[in-house]
């Protein structure tokens, strides 16, 4: 059945299919001059290009794009949009218990900063605060998402718990026992057009783009830095490095981030008869709550975007478009779609995709400076970028002011993830990581001995 649902499919990602793309910028063949270069043109780069001509009208501002407006992981995401700034309530208390009210509250705040924006500039990105579902697919999830909504309800947010019967009733799986809605803290996106609206707005600002045009070196100049490209360079007062997983410009990243392979399916539209047999009213989004765990959504024209579950890390952090497909991927995910949701039996997948997204051991993101401060970066948001990178461009360019102020005092900015080891033996404690999670998955949640290690040292790696 999953080789015949999948028999069609695409090999591209659906979003960066759609009609609509802004055309390409002119790439970089002179020397040119600004207040503020900045480096990739994916979420973190636009919000961060955006918010800085917002504070400032007549700040002069460039964007360098390697390839196009949102190629990489901000076109090819789900489009979960979430107000969290710690990939999750559960990782943030985690990590940030003496913040996790603070950042509750800025996180929101962010998300609702984002709808304006999106309202403002009129962007067409099918905006919508549908929230999302967390539900539970074995008994051992059902008391763990129970203790996640005592300790978030008893924090004021908009959660839900639902018992089998009232899951079953938004979304129908006979996978499901439980869940907790968090009804205001996650909108979904088109995310290939919010790049696309967000890389308008810039322009609309007077923002230069200079697109395929990939930056090779910084140097130190009297003033500022130099970027250094194939045919041109930026003499800029002040840099942000907005690169994701492709962080090689700065040594220090290789530490933090790792690159790993995340995979999707989309599906090809619901007939209102198969939607109906689904219920999802609500237009949620959805994510399981496995240690390897599943995110899906419906589209606009209510097609059922499923992906995750088996991120891939592979040997030597190798980045490649060969590594794009996946085809045992697909196939494990075509199976876990059919047996979530058995009576879609005979619904095919229009586009399977892959790419690599920059994760970290505290799968937030993290900031920070380089080259005397002139210099900001933020990476490492594992998935959780859409949103996110908003709040992470507002930190940037606190950094870059030299400011002290209420984003660069937490300890979330102030403080770095726990490196991870160099290579090989980087390649086999994640590979030993990714045993030892789809174990504890197998066996009621029980983590062994590795994993236990993990969480005492601060690490507590998922997927």
């Keep these: 059945m999953t080789v015949r649902a999948l028999a069609d499919a695409i090999p591209e990602p659906y979003w960066l299919r759609q009609p609509g793309a802004p055309e390409p910028a002119d790439p970089l063949t002179t020397a040119e001059n600004a207040d503020l270069a900045v480096i990739g043109a994916g979420y973190s780069g636009l ?60 996180g929101r705040r962010n998300l609702a900063e984002i709808e304006d924006t999106v309202r403002r500039y009129d962007i067409d990105c099918d905006f919508s605060r549908t929230g999302e579902l967390h539900v539970a697919t074995a008994g051992w999830q059902v008391r763990e998402l129970g203790a996640y909504h005592a300790a978030a309800a008893g924090r004021g947010l908009d959660v839900r718990l639902l018992d089998r019967d009232a899951v079953r009733a938004e979304v129908d799986s006979p996978t499901y026992l439980g869940g907790v809605w968090d009804r205001d803290g996650c909108a979904m996106v088109d995310p290939a057009r919010l790049v696309w609206g967000l890389r308008r707005a810039c322009a609309d600002l007077g923002v230069r783009f200079y697109d395929n045009t990939r930056v090779d070196r910084i140097d130190t100049i009297p003033g500022g830095l130099r970027l250094h490209t194939l045919r041109g360079r930026v003499d800029a007062r002040r840099v942000a490095l907005a690169t994701g997983a492709y962080g090689n410009l700065l040594r220090r990243l290789r530490h933090y981030v790792i690159p790993v392979y995340d995979y ?100 937030s993101g993290f900031y920070g400076t380089a080259h005397s401060g002139r210099l900001a970066y933020a990476a490492g948001y594992t ?20 400011a002290r102020t209420p984003l660069t005092t937490l300890k979330l900015v102030r403080s770095k993830p726990i490196p991870f080891p160099p290579e090989p033996v980087r ?37």
Excluded at 65 to 71: D, N, Q, R, V
Excluded at 75 to 80: K, T, V, Y
Excluded at 383 to 402: I, K, P, S
């Design 47 to 106: 919000w961060t290009a955006l918010l800085a001509k917002e504070r400032d009208p007549g700040r002069d501002v460039v964007v360098v794009e390697a390839g196009t407006a949102g190629w990489a992981a901000s076109g090819r995401n789900g489009g979960f949009c979430a107000a969290s700034l710690t990939h999750g309530f559960d990782n943030g208390l985690s990590r940030f218990p003496g913040e996790m009210d603070t950042l509750e509250r800025l």
């Design 383 to 402: 998935g959780l970028g859409v949103g996110a990178t908003r709040f992470g461009a507002n930190v940037m360019l606190d950094l870059l002011d030299g």
């Design 264 to 363: 999707a399916l989309m599906t090809e539209p619901l007939t209102a008869g198969r939607l109906a047999a689904v219920g999802w009213a609500n237009r949620q989004g959805i994510g399981d709550s496995g240690n390897q765990f599943h995110y899906y959504r419906l589209t606009a024209d209510n097609r059922i975007l499923w992906g995750g579950y088996d991120a891939v890390y592979y040997r030597g952090g190798r980045i490649s478009t060969d590594h794009d497909q996946r085809t045992a991927t697909f196939h494990l995910l075509a199976r876990h779609f059919a047996e979530t949701f058995p009576q879609l039996d005979g619904l095919r997948f229009t586009h399977k995709w892959g790419g690599v997204i920059d994760a970290c051991s505290r799968f």
């Design 427 to 463: 390649t086999g404690v994640i590979q030993l990581t990714r045993w030892s999670i789809a174990q504890a998955d197998r066996h009621d949640g029980r983590r062994n001995l590795w994993l236990r290690t993990l969480d005492r040292v601060g690490l507590g790696f998922d997927s």
